[in-house]
């Protein structure tokens, strides 16, 4: 099966360096919907090679990521997420990471 599935990704990444690298990593795979929190539309093959990407960035003993697969795009995934307060494409600001 060829489909999109959407998937939402958090990560804990404990060195500011690799959260950058994630941070950015992430951009190319999906859209930030909170502070380190993604939502991604890909195929299997999509998700397998973000989780390649991801744990090259990543210390396996310091950091964590949370992937969770909320199904195919086409099904009822916008009925599943729920924002309280404002959404994050109305709230028009851009997500930065700042590096200090």
Sequence with gaps: ???QYCYIVSYDIRNQKRLC????AMKGFGEPVHYSVFRCDLTRLGRVEMASALMDLIDEKEDRIMIIDMGPVEGRVGERIEFLGVHPKENGREEKVIIE
Aim: hydrophobic content about 30%; overall charge positive; proline content about 0%.
């Design 1 to 3: 099966m060829s489909g």
């Design 21 to 24: 690298r994630v941070h950015r």
